[in-house]
């Protein structure tokens, strides 16, 4: 910005050499511009999701999904960003959606039966149908409703405390053993899960959500 003011001057102006009060002028000027200059370009990039940075990430979140999508502790922006794309386009409103997002979630597919589905429910005559192993009773009765069971992810639970079971758990062993509630639980809750199936179900269908570790 300094040497295109300069430029900028006329001939004849000033004297030919070293100017400490045209330089210190005309750099005050060039400081300001520098910084207009960044502030465009800064504000360019978060016009678009693709290099938006910082807070206006955060805003475009806000945008689009209210407070169901938030910014987890200490998460990069390059990562923030890839859940927004990924939240934006996702599939939803098919049986395939919800075993996606479940699935990206746990880490576990889920096990969807629906009632009125063939597919779900077998056929008599027809193969793969077994009472007590594969195939469940289905009803017409039951329209637009299918029944999820999401499995909360594997490792997922209290630090530093044993389950039955477990030797260092054992009573009158010195162990590090307690009775524990869901809220001390880390990691992915069953609240998640079910805002996780909600955020995909088809608008008028019903969805029932068994959780199970």
Not at 74 to 94: M, P
Not at 104 to 120: H, K, M, S, V, W
Not at 132 to 150: C, E, I, N, R, W
Not at 173 to 183: C, F, K, N, P, V
């Amino acid at each position: 910005m300094f040497s295109r003011l300069h430029r900028l001057i006329p001939n004849g102006w000033f004297t030919v050499g070293a100017s400490p009060l045209l330089d210190g002028l005309l750099t005050g000027i060039a400081c300001t511009l520098a910084f207009i200059y960044s502030l465009l370009t800064y504000l360019q990039k978060q016009m678009r999701i693709s290099t938006a940075t910082d807070g206006f990430l955060d805003l475009i979140a806000f945008d689009f999904f209210g407070n169901k999508l938030v910014r987890a502790a200490n998460q990069s922006d390059s990562s923030f960003r890839a859940r927004i794309i990924a939240n934006i386009l996702r599939e939803r409103g098919t049986r395939k959606s919800v075993i996606d997002i479940l699935t990206q979630i746990t880490g576990r597919a889920p096990i969807i039966f629906e009632p009125r589905r063939p597919l779900d429910t077998g056929v008599y005559g027809g193969p793969g149908l077994a009472y007590g192993v594969v195939g469940g009773y289905g009803s017409t009765k039951l329209p637009f409703q299918s029944f999820v069971t999401a499995f909360r992810p594997l490792g997922q639970g209290v630090p530093n405390v044993a389950g039955y079971g477990i030797p260092t758990g054992a009573y009158s062993t010195g162990s590090q053993a307690e009775y524990i509630s869901l809220s001390m639980i880390h990691g992915i809750t069953d609240a998640d899960l079910y805002a996780a199936v909600d955020s995909v179900r088809p608008a008028g269908y019903t969805i029932w959500v068994r959780i199970t570790s």
